[in-house]
């Protein structure tokens, strides 16, 4: 059967495709995101077609070196009225981003992507729109106090897995897309391709 292989060292998608019970490898991509998004803005891209673009970057450059294998690339941003966010470089940053989406919908887009040997198999893109509580500038201090630099690992500055859930008072879209790897969608492409038991 062809190498399974996930373009990531990021835990929580390790953790979604082993509890499927997927035999694969990580190997971590080594990709400028910022590059990419810089190439990509000159044709003014929605934040999910740079999303599915960072993936298919990610799943390229694991693949150039694993001929034969098929590599999974996954990527996510978040938008909120067009702006599109990154991981906060700081708690003071993280704070900004919070109460930038205090009692406000931003969606988190998940692109994903299947490459092997230079070609890009498919990409599809999943989307999830989380709206937040509106946040005291109290429970920010408490939250972020309690929480620590765990919220610098998150585009969103929070994990829903975790104490991040306090902070919503609804979800629109599926947890796996959340965590950042669209799973249904993927097992189904992996399926069709013959890469796992159908």
């Not at 940053?93 to 930038?100: D, G, S």
């Not at 692109?111 to 429970?139: C, K, N, Q, Y």
Request: net charge negative; glycine share 8%; proline share 5%.
């Amino acid at each position: 059967m062809t190498p399974l292989i996930l373009a990531s060292q990021s835990p929580f998608r390790r953790m979604l495709m082993e509890d499927a019970g997927l035999a694969f490898e990580t190997e971590a991509a080594a990709i400028d995101e910022r590059a990419v998004e810089a190439a990509l803005a000159v044709h003014d891209p929605t934040p999910e077609a740079i999303a599915a673009a960072l993936a298919v970057e990610k799943a390229l450059d694991v693949a150039r070196r694993r001929p034969g294998a098929l590599v999974i690339g996954s990527d996510q941003t978040l938008s909120l009225d067009g702006r599109v966010f990154h991981k906060p470089a700081d708690m003071a940053e993280a704070r900004t981003h919070l109460q930038a989406m205090s009692g406000r919908t931003h969606s988190l887009n998940c692109g994903i992507a299947l490459v092997r040997d230079g070609e890009t198999v498919w990409r599809h893109v999943s989307v999830a729109h989380l709206t937040m509580r509106p946040l005291s500038h109290a429970f920010l201090d408490r939250h972020l106090a309690r929480v620590g630099t765990r919220v610098l690992a998150s585009v969103g500055a929070y994990q829903l897995e975790g104490e991040g859930v306090q902070l919503f008072e609804r979800i629109d879209g599926d947890y796996f897309t959340i965590l950042g790897l669209p799973l249904l969608p993927l097992l189904a492409k992996l399926r069709d391709l013959g890469a796992i038991d159908a």
